[in-house]
Protein backbone atom coordinates (compact mmCIF):
# COMPACT_ATOMS: atom_id res chain seq x y z
CA UNK A 1 0.00 0.00 0.00
CA UNK A 2 1.38 3.25 -0.55
CA UNK A 3 1.74 6.13 1.51
CA UNK A 4 -0.66 8.62 0.17
CA UNK A 5 -3.12 5.58 0.27
CA UNK A 6 -2.25 5.05 3.66
CA UNK A 7 -2.73 8.47 4.35
CA UNK A 8 -5.60 8.57 2.62
CA UNK A 9 -6.87 5.99 4.99
CA UNK A 10 -6.10 7.60 8.17
CA UNK A 11 -8.17 10.52 7.34
CA UNK A 12 -11.29 8.69 6.39
CA UNK A 13 -11.00 6.85 9.79
CA UNK A 14 -11.05 10.41 11.91
CA UNK A 15 -13.33 12.01 8.87
CA UNK A 16 -15.71 9.00 10.16
CA UNK A 17 -15.02 8.53 13.21
CA UNK A 18 -14.49 11.65 14.65
CA UNK A 19 -18.09 13.09 13.30
CA UNK A 20 -19.67 15.70 16.16
CA UNK A 21 -17.64 18.07 18.61
CA UNK A 22 -18.81 17.92 22.08
CA UNK A 23 -17.41 21.00 24.36
CA UNK A 24 -15.62 20.13 27.68
CA UNK A 25 -17.09 20.44 30.37
CA UNK A 26 -16.68 23.35 32.70
CA UNK A 27 -17.05 22.78 36.28
CA UNK A 28 -14.71 22.96 38.77
CA UNK A 29 -12.55 19.78 40.21
CA UNK A 30 -12.40 19.94 43.91
CA UNK A 31 -12.21 16.88 45.28
CA UNK A 32 -13.76 15.44 48.94
CA UNK A 33 -10.44 14.44 51.01
CA UNK A 34 -10.60 12.79 54.20
CA UNK A 35 -8.37 16.12 54.96
CA UNK A 36 -11.11 18.53 53.74
CA UNK A 37 -11.80 19.87 50.37
CA UNK A 38 -9.13 20.01 47.33
CA UNK A 39 -9.54 22.01 44.67
CA UNK A 40 -7.19 21.36 41.13
CA UNK A 41 -6.11 23.23 38.28
CA UNK A 42 -7.68 21.88 34.75
CA UNK A 43 -7.71 24.34 32.56
CA UNK A 44 -4.48 26.37 31.99
CA UNK A 45 -2.46 28.77 29.63
CA UNK A 46 -0.78 26.72 27.38
CA UNK A 47 2.91 26.63 28.35
CA UNK A 48 5.07 29.20 25.96
CA UNK A 49 6.90 26.06 24.06
CA UNK A 50 2.59 25.12 22.95
CA UNK A 51 1.66 28.27 22.20
CA UNK A 52 1.63 28.36 18.16
CA UNK A 53 -0.08 24.91 18.80
CA UNK A 54 -2.51 25.63 21.64
CA UNK A 55 -3.70 28.60 23.43
CA UNK A 56 -5.32 26.50 26.50
CA UNK A 57 -4.44 22.90 28.17
CA UNK A 58 -7.19 21.23 29.68
CA UNK A 59 -7.20 18.22 31.82
CA UNK A 60 -8.98 14.87 30.28
CA UNK A 61 -10.79 14.96 33.14
CA UNK A 62 -13.28 18.05 31.36
CA UNK A 63 -13.72 15.57 28.23
CA UNK A 64 -15.74 12.80 30.57
CA UNK A 65 -18.73 12.39 31.01
CA UNK A 66 -20.56 13.95 34.16
CA UNK A 67 -20.58 10.09 36.15
CA UNK A 68 -16.70 9.79 35.31
CA UNK A 69 -16.10 13.25 36.72
CA UNK A 70 -18.25 12.72 39.95
CA UNK A 71 -16.14 9.60 40.73
CA UNK A 72 -12.93 11.41 40.99
CA UNK A 73 -14.55 13.83 43.19
CA UNK A 74 -14.57 12.23 46.04
CA UNK A 75 -12.30 9.62 47.24
CA UNK A 76 -14.66 7.17 49.02
CA UNK A 77 -16.04 6.76 45.37
CA UNK A 78 -12.64 6.98 43.10
CA UNK A 79 -11.99 3.36 42.71
CA UNK A 80 -7.81 4.27 41.82
CA UNK A 81 -7.93 4.91 45.30
CA UNK A 82 -7.93 1.39 46.24
CA UNK A 83 -4.43 0.76 44.81
CA UNK A 84 -2.55 3.65 46.38
CA UNK A 85 -3.82 1.52 49.64
CA UNK A 86 -1.65 -1.39 47.57
CA UNK A 87 1.05 0.62 47.17
CA UNK A 88 1.17 1.75 50.68
CA UNK A 89 0.90 -1.81 51.95
CA UNK A 90 4.15 -2.48 49.57
CA UNK A 91 5.74 0.57 50.83
CA UNK A 92 5.67 -0.53 54.46
CA UNK A 93 6.64 -4.09 53.54
CA UNK A 94 10.02 -5.75 54.88
CA UNK A 95 10.29 -7.08 51.03
CA UNK A 96 14.09 -6.44 50.68
CA UNK A 97 16.56 -9.43 50.73
CA UNK A 98 17.74 -8.28 54.23
CA UNK A 99 14.27 -7.14 54.92
CA UNK A 100 14.71 -3.93 53.90
CA UNK A 101 11.11 -1.66 53.10
CA UNK A 102 10.33 1.52 51.26
CA UNK A 103 9.52 2.90 54.83
CA UNK A 104 12.96 2.28 55.83
CA UNK A 105 15.10 4.69 53.80
CA UNK A 106 12.20 7.22 53.43
CA UNK A 107 9.70 6.84 56.36
CA UNK A 108 6.62 7.79 55.13
CA UNK A 109 5.29 7.86 51.25
CA UNK A 110 4.70 12.06 52.00
CA UNK A 111 8.86 12.05 51.59
CA UNK A 112 7.65 11.59 48.03
CA UNK A 113 5.58 14.51 47.15
CA UNK A 114 6.88 17.07 44.34
CA UNK A 115 8.77 14.34 42.98
CA UNK A 116 5.76 13.47 40.33
CA UNK A 117 5.45 17.30 38.91
CA UNK A 118 9.29 17.28 37.78
CA UNK A 119 9.90 13.61 36.29
CA UNK A 120 10.58 12.63 33.68
CA UNK A 121 13.81 14.22 34.74
CA UNK A 122 17.73 13.72 33.79
CA UNK A 123 19.70 12.56 36.48
CA UNK A 124 22.59 14.60 37.56
CA UNK A 125 24.91 11.74 38.08
CA UNK A 126 24.29 9.60 35.09
CA UNK A 127 23.21 12.07 32.69
CA UNK A 128 20.05 9.36 32.09
CA UNK A 129 16.19 10.51 31.60
CA UNK A 130 14.75 9.02 34.29
CA UNK A 131 11.39 8.12 34.73
CA UNK A 132 9.76 7.43 37.69
CA UNK A 133 9.67 3.38 37.03
CA UNK A 134 13.56 3.96 36.75
CA UNK A 135 13.55 5.27 40.11
CA UNK A 136 11.61 2.72 41.54
CA UNK A 137 13.43 0.04 40.16
CA UNK A 138 16.75 1.61 41.31
CA UNK A 139 15.69 0.78 45.20
CA UNK A 140 14.48 -2.58 44.03
CA UNK A 141 17.39 -3.26 42.81
CA UNK A 142 20.33 -1.64 44.19
CA UNK A 143 19.07 -1.05 47.68
CA UNK A 144 17.16 -4.10 48.64
CA UNK A 145 18.90 -6.48 46.33
CA UNK A 146 15.61 -7.93 44.73
CA UNK A 147 15.22 -8.40 40.71
CA UNK A 148 13.30 -5.62 39.34
CA UNK A 149 9.74 -5.07 38.87
CA UNK A 150 7.92 -5.10 35.61
CA UNK A 151 7.60 -1.49 34.10
CA UNK A 152 3.85 -2.06 33.48
CA UNK A 153 3.64 -4.54 36.08
CA UNK A 154 0.37 -4.07 38.69
CA UNK A 155 3.37 -3.86 41.69
CA UNK A 156 4.97 -0.97 39.92
CA UNK A 157 1.55 0.64 38.71
CA UNK A 158 0.73 0.93 42.37
CA UNK A 159 3.70 2.34 44.09
CA UNK A 160 3.33 5.07 40.54
CA UNK A 161 -0.51 5.31 42.28
CA UNK A 162 0.81 5.98 46.13
CA UNK A 163 3.76 8.35 44.64
CA UNK A 164 1.60 10.13 42.77
CA UNK A 165 -1.11 10.68 45.26
CA UNK A 166 1.70 12.44 47.44
CA UNK A 167 1.78 15.30 44.94
CA UNK A 168 -1.65 15.48 44.72
CA UNK A 169 -2.79 19.31 43.77
CA UNK A 170 0.48 20.28 42.66
CA UNK A 171 1.60 21.71 39.64
CA UNK A 172 3.30 19.82 36.62
CA UNK A 173 7.06 21.82 35.94
CA UNK A 174 9.21 19.34 34.27
CA UNK A 175 12.49 20.77 33.10
CA UNK A 176 12.79 20.91 29.17
CA UNK A 177 16.13 22.62 28.59
CA UNK A 178 19.48 22.03 30.19
CA UNK A 179 20.63 18.34 30.01
CA UNK A 180 17.25 17.63 29.25
CA UNK A 181 16.76 19.55 25.84
CA UNK A 182 17.96 16.57 23.82
CA UNK A 183 15.56 14.27 24.96
CA UNK A 184 12.72 16.57 24.67
CA UNK A 185 13.47 17.20 21.10
CA UNK A 186 13.42 13.65 20.98
CA UNK A 187 9.84 13.43 22.18
CA UNK A 188 8.69 16.09 20.22
CA UNK A 189 9.18 14.73 17.12
CA UNK A 190 8.04 11.30 18.05
CA UNK A 191 4.96 13.18 18.69
CA UNK A 192 4.22 14.48 15.14
CA UNK A 193 5.71 11.48 13.55
CA UNK A 194 2.94 9.55 11.60
CA UNK A 195 3.10 5.60 12.74
CA UNK A 196 1.07 2.14 11.36
CA UNK A 197 -0.94 1.83 8.28
CA UNK A 198 -3.29 4.30 9.49
CA UNK A 199 -0.18 7.09 9.55
CA UNK A 200 -1.38 8.34 12.59
CA UNK A 201 0.59 10.63 15.00
CA UNK A 202 -0.20 11.58 18.97
CA UNK A 203 -1.09 15.04 17.29
CA UNK A 204 -3.39 13.30 15.14
CA UNK A 205 -5.88 12.85 17.66
CA UNK A 206 -4.45 15.18 20.88
CA UNK A 207 -3.99 18.24 18.59
CA UNK A 208 -5.51 18.58 15.61
CA UNK A 209 -8.86 16.72 16.93
CA UNK A 210 -8.95 17.08 20.56
CA UNK A 211 -13.05 17.52 21.25
CA UNK A 212 -13.82 15.74 18.96
CA UNK A 213 -15.64 12.00 19.12
CA UNK A 214 -13.78 9.09 17.86
CA UNK A 215 -16.11 5.86 18.33
CA UNK A 216 -17.64 6.80 21.26
CA UNK A 217 -14.25 8.19 22.72
CA UNK A 218 -14.35 11.96 23.53
CA UNK A 219 -10.99 12.69 22.50
CA UNK A 220 -9.21 15.33 24.95
CA UNK A 221 -5.64 16.66 24.13
CA UNK A 222 -3.64 13.47 25.96
CA UNK A 223 -2.33 15.09 29.31
CA UNK A 224 -1.09 12.41 31.11
CA UNK A 225 -1.32 14.81 34.57
CA UNK A 226 -3.67 12.34 35.80
CA UNK A 227 -1.64 9.27 35.07
CA UNK A 228 -1.46 6.35 36.49
CA UNK A 229 -5.46 6.71 35.37
CA UNK A 230 -7.78 4.27 36.73
CA UNK A 231 -9.70 2.91 33.46
CA UNK A 232 -12.95 1.51 33.43
CA UNK A 233 -12.70 -0.43 30.92
CA UNK A 234 -10.25 -1.91 32.06
CA UNK A 235 -11.15 -2.32 35.34
CA UNK A 236 -7.65 -1.33 36.84
CA UNK A 237 -5.18 1.12 36.56
CA UNK A 238 -3.38 2.24 33.64
CA UNK A 239 0.29 3.60 33.23
CA UNK A 240 1.61 6.47 30.99
CA UNK A 241 4.16 3.90 29.16
CA UNK A 242 1.39 1.47 29.14
CA UNK A 243 -1.12 3.68 27.19
CA UNK A 244 1.70 4.81 25.00
CA UNK A 245 1.97 0.86 24.21
CA UNK A 246 -1.68 0.99 23.33
CA UNK A 247 -1.98 3.89 20.98
CA UNK A 248 1.31 3.54 19.32
CA UNK A 249 -0.57 -0.29 18.95
CA UNK A 250 -3.78 0.97 17.58
CA UNK A 251 -2.38 2.66 14.63
CA UNK A 252 -0.96 -0.85 13.65
CA UNK A 253 2.06 -0.22 14.17
CA UNK A 254 5.08 -2.70 15.51
CA UNK A 255 5.05 -0.51 18.95
CA UNK A 256 7.92 0.28 21.70
CA UNK A 257 8.70 -1.71 24.62
CA UNK A 258 7.28 0.26 27.54
CA UNK A 259 10.16 1.87 29.48
CA UNK A 260 12.32 1.85 26.43
CA UNK A 261 14.35 4.96 25.55
CA UNK A 262 11.91 6.21 23.00
CA UNK A 263 8.80 6.38 24.83
CA UNK A 264 10.64 7.76 28.22
CA UNK A 265 11.76 10.45 25.81
CA UNK A 266 8.03 10.71 24.68
CA UNK A 267 6.74 10.66 28.13
CA UNK A 268 9.21 13.88 29.22
CA UNK A 269 7.71 15.70 25.81
CA UNK A 270 4.07 15.00 27.04
CA UNK A 271 4.52 15.46 30.42
CA UNK A 272 5.70 19.13 29.76
CA UNK A 273 2.84 19.75 27.24
CA UNK A 274 0.80 19.47 30.69
CA UNK A 275 2.98 22.35 32.56
CA UNK A 276 0.96 24.21 34.72
CA UNK A 277 -1.67 21.56 35.33
CA UNK A 278 -2.49 20.02 39.04
CA UNK A 279 -1.24 16.38 39.30
CA UNK A 280 -4.35 14.45 40.29
CA UNK A 281 -3.47 11.28 41.13
CA UNK A 282 -5.12 8.93 40.77
CA UNK A 283 -7.58 10.23 38.09
CA UNK A 284 -10.67 7.76 36.75
CA UNK A 285 -11.07 7.74 32.87
CA UNK A 286 -13.30 5.61 30.93
Not at 82 to 111: L, R
Not at 173 to 184: L, Q, T, Y
Not at 237 to 242: C, K, P, R, Y
Request: proline share 3%; aromatic share 8%.
Amino acid sequence: MTKRLTGMMAAVVLATSATAWAEQATDTLEIETENGALTLLTEVPAPAHLQDALDTIYSGWLFREADTRSMQKDDFDNPGMVFVDKGADTWNAAMGANGESCAGCHNGPESMAGLRTVTPRVDDKTGKLMIMEDYINGCVTERMGLKKWGTTSNTMKEMLALIAHQSRGEIVNVAIDGAAAPFWKQGQEMYYTRYGQLELSCASCHEENYGNYIRADHLSQGQINGMPTYRLKDAGLVSTQQRFKGCVRDTRAETFNPGSDEFKALELYVASRGNGLSVEGVSVRP
